[in-house]
């Protein structure tokens, strides 16, 4: 083989290789793309399998005038952690719907609905919010927030831990 043919021949060699690496990277990039993807419709799904609701099925909910309970929580949530055991089964006993968002995966919904804090409970009814119930609170204050008594202007009421 002649030095020109060596030559052309380690050229053509460079050239492949080059376009290996950029078939790689484009790979690389479309693999990410699909990963992301991924993860961002797993979130949903996995609000819906466990029972959650998402904050455009919140809305959707408000806008149909349906009456029903709102438990805003956090995964991670201490105070969360503290009420459920005996706040979700007490909302889920009610006449009228009982759902959960977790904030944690819905963060959009902190400030569409005004959350301040979690946990929070809103009853909403006509597409508005009629009361909520916001804060660490004993289970008999949300006993009387579930029988309607008012929670107070600033929506805690005396049996508050926070």
């Given at each position: 083989m002649s030095k020109k043919t060596k030559k052309q021949?380690?050229?053509?060699?460079?050239?492949?290789?080059?376009?290996?690496?950029i078939t790689a990277g484009i790979i690389a990039i479309i693999v990410l793309i699909g990963a992301a993807?991924?993860?961002?419709?797993?979130?949903?799904?996995n609000a819906a399998k466990k029972g959650d609701f998402t904050a455009s099925q919140v809305s959707e909910k408000l806008a149909s005038g349906d009456e029903f309970y709102m438990y805003f929580y956090q995964t991670g949530c201490v105070h969360c952690e503290k009420v459920k055991p005996y706040l979700v089964p007490l909302g889920e006993k009610q006449d009228v719907p009982f759902h959960q968002i977790d904030?944690?995966?819905?963060?959009s919904a902190w400030e569409t609905?005004?959350?301040?804090?979690?946990?929070?409970?809103?009853h909403y009814k006509d597409g508005k919010e009629v009361?909520?119930?916001?804060?660490?609170?004993?289970?008999?204050?949300?006993?009387?927030?579930?029988?309607?008594e008012d929670a107070g202007e600033d929506g805690k009421k005396s049996g508050d831990l926070k």
């Open positions: 021949a380690a050229v053509k060699k460079k050239a492949q290789s080059k376009a290996n690496w993807l991924l993860l961002l419709q797993d979130g949903e799904q904030l944690a995966v819905e963060q609905f005004k959350i301040e804090g979690t946990p929070t409970v809103v009361k909520r119930i916001a804060g660490e609170q004993t289970e008999a204050s949300y006993e009387d927030f579930f029988a309607g």
